[in-house]
């Protein structure tokens, strides 16, 4: 199983961009990054995935270098919403049939006025 | 669409109890998982049905857990008899059957808070 290793906090002031990396040597050929979002009192929610390169959508952009053994959650202009805890993971699952997803500690963001 | 849902979202028994906590998925999603996170830990992965069948139980922590999900629709998790240490939030998440060419998106529910005093 890869492990992921994050920071466990980081300080922002609204309109900043956050980066979050990640690092997960043991990634496998087959893993996919998945970064998900926590807020208190909800379940985790996908923000995004990437294989390689960069992956951007309407919420983030992650930034994947040519070796996998790292990744960065980049947050365009944070806001105070955006105050949560951020998992990356890197997939266990069979190809076909999903799998369990592997949580470390997480980042707890906190997003200050 | 309706996410996934839990109950109840709250509860509070004592040791030695039965506690049943209830999962929907989102409809038409075949993959059912249960996690939990314990004070302090991180959330670990307990059990994966696809449908009604247990694909992965690797992560139930002891046979006091039961996990069924009859006609692959809702599934229910039972703590008989609940101990201290089960104390934690149970996620709930979903997913549809992968086609097969990237690990899929779960969704989540908001938890079950137990507490067993």
């Known amino acids: 199983l890869a492990k992921t290793t994050q920071p466990i906090s980081m300080d922002s002031y609204e309109g900043q961009e956050v980066n979050i990396t990640c690092s997960h040597n043991?990634?496998?050929?087959?893993?996919?990054i998945t970064w998900y979002q926590q807020f208190p009192s909800q379940g985790p929610r996908f923000i995004i995935q990437?294989?390689?390169t960069k992956v951007t959508n309407e919420v983030a952009s992650l930034f994947i270098p040519a070796d996998r053994k790292s990744s960065t959650l980049s947050l365009p202009r944070v806001s105070l919403s955006d105050t949560a805890v951020y998992y990356c993971?890197?997939?266990?699952?069979?190809?076909?049939?999903?799998?369990?997803?592997?949580f470390g500690q997480g980042t707890e963001l906190s997003v200050k006025p | 669409e309706a996410g996934v849902t839990q109950f109840p979202s709250h509860s509070v028994i004592e040791k030695g109890q039965t506690v049943t906590l209830r999962c929907d998925p989102i409809?038409?999603?075949?993959?059912l998982y249960w996690y939990r996170r314990v004070m302090g830990k991180e959330i670990k992965f307990l059990l994966h049905?696809?449908?009604?069948?247990?694909?992965?139980e690797s992560g139930m922590p002891n046979n006091r857990f039961l996990a069924e999900r009859t006609g692959g629709t809702y599934s229910t998790l039972k703590v008989q008899p609940a101990e201290l240490e089960d104390s934690g939030v149970y996620f709930c998440a979903s997913s549809q059957f992968s086609t097969g060419e990237r690990q899929e998106t779960q969704y989540f529910g908001p938890g079950t808070r137990l507490l067993v005093l």
């Open positions: 043991n990634i496998a050929t087959n893993d996919y």
């Open positions: 990437g294989y390689k």
């Open positions: 409809s038409g999603h075949d993959n």
């Open positions: 049905f696809v449908k009604e069948s247990k694909q992965d």
């Open positions: 993971l890197v997939g266990d699952a069979p190809y076909n049939q999903g799998g369990k997803l592997i």
